[in-house]
Every structure is written in structure tokens, then in C-alpha cells.
């Protein structure tokens, strides 16, 4: 049963996952938190407009990565986490901090991202999140802006984003992070083929996850 306090800090698999915000611009037709009424596996993510603060954030982190070994941090949430940039930067600085203090096991840092960032925030936000961050997750979703706009149905200020979406992938992986994923999902009616070439093309690794899978 899914618990009434809302959930900022949660498990799922090897991995510990970051809920800083409930926005985004977009309504994907596969997003599961309206499918799941804001649950993800008993775990309440419904911010309720009460974004939690750096601070908040980081407390309950680490008094979870006490509790059990884990391999990865994910800035993930039912929203997009560069809608917070500010919040994003700070956590994910404190966390570098706390690489390479080794408080804990090695782990990585990621970010699962619908590739907008640097248009919510009217600059570019590469360089700043290449400082902090280990792996960028990029849910570039469709092969085309037509299939984009059918797919992800962006707010109206983003309907011509598809483009930045693709620069955006692009911009990770040349910036050196340690990993750049393109993913989309399974059996939404995206071509999986062109978007494996689309990987290929910007050196980006390709992951296709399942309709009601796991970190969206
Ligand atoms: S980008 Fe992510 S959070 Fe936003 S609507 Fe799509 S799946 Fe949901």
C-alpha cells in the first residue's frame, strides 16, 4: 500500500533515487506517474506542490545510503529534475563531495533527464552538470520532431524542442561524461532502429526500456 508521506529519497533495485520535483513541461503518453496515480512501487512521489529543499534532500540521502550498499544515485522523480537546477547542481555537488571523501562505497551519480534542461533554464547547463554528475540518461523517446511532438507532447513554449533535445545528447556526450544513454521506450510506436543509429551517430549508448519499467 502506497504510504501517505511523500517519498524524496527511495530505493529501487541496486540504485537510491532523488524526487526533487513533481514538474515538467511535458505529458508523455507513457509517463507512469499518471498511470499510477503518483505511486512507483508503494513508494508515495506525489510532492503535493512541496518541492524539499537541498538540505532535505540531502539528510534523507544520507541516512539512507547508511542503510545498505547501493550502486548509483539517480536524480529521476515523476518530473524533470532540471526544472530545480540550482537544487540538482547543489545535491549532486555535495555528492561528488562525498565521492571523493569516500563517506561511502563507490557509487555513481545520475541524471535522468527529458533533455530540456538547457531551455527551462534559457542557458546551456552542460558544463555546469558535467562537474557533478557521472552519467546522463537522456529520454530522447522518438526519431523525429513529428514523432517527438506525437510522443512526449511537450507544452506549447517546447513544441519545437526536439532539435535541442538531439543537441542536448549530443553536447554529453562530447562534454566526457562517463556514460551518455539515448533511451526510449518500447512499443510506443518510436523506431527503435533509427534511434539505435541516432546512437550511433552521437556516440551515445542506446536503452530501450519497457512500457511500465522501472526509472522513467
Ligand atoms: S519527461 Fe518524464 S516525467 Fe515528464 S512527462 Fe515524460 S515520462 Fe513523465
Known amino acids: 500500500m502506497t ?3 511523500p517519498k524524496i529519497v527511495y530505493r529501487f533495485g541496486n540504485n ?9 513541461p511535458n505529458l508523455c503518453v507513457f509517463c507512469i506517474k499518471t498511470k499510477w496515480k503518483m505511486d512507483f512501487h508503494g513508494n508515495n512521489l506525489n510532492l503535493s506542490g512541496n518541492e524539499p529543499s537541498a538540505l532535505e534532500l540531502l539528510q534523507a540521502l544520507e541516512d539512507e545510503l547508511k542503510k545498505a550498499p547501493f550502486n548509483e544515485v539517480v536524480f529521476c522523480g515523476y518530473g524533470e529534475p532540471t526544472m530545480r537546477l540550482e537544487v540538482l547542481l547543489y545535491v549532486a555537488q555535495t555528492l561528488k563531495g562525498w565521492q571523493a571523501q569516500a563517506k561511502f562505497p563507490p557509487f555513481k551519480i545520475r541524471l535522468n533527464t527529458n533533455g530540456l534542461g538547457a531551455r527551462i533554464n534559457h542557458k546551456p547547463i552542460v558544463s555546469d552538470l558535467r562537474r557533478v554528475i557521472d552519467i546522463v540518461n537522456v529520454s530522447v523517446n522518438a526519431e523525429n520532431a513529428a514523432k517527438w511532438r506525437e510522443l512526449v507532447r511537450p507544452e506549447a513554449a517546447y513544441e519545437d524542442a526536439y532539435d535541442d533535445v538531439v543537441s542536448f545528447l549530443q553536447d554529453c556526450v562530447d562534454a566526457g561524461f562517463e556514460k551518455v544513454i ?8 518510436a523506431d527503435t532502429q533509427a534511434l539505435a543509429k541516432l546512437a550511433e551517430q552521437t556516440k551515445s549508448t542506446l536503452y530501450v526500456r519497457s512500457f511500465l519499467d522501472e526509472d522513467n
Open 16 to 24: 537510491v533515487y532523488l524526487n526533487i520535483t513533481n514538474r515538467c
Open 3 to 5: 504510504e501517505q508521506t
Open 182 to 189: 539515448l533511451s526510449c521506450v518500447e512499443n510506443t510506436g
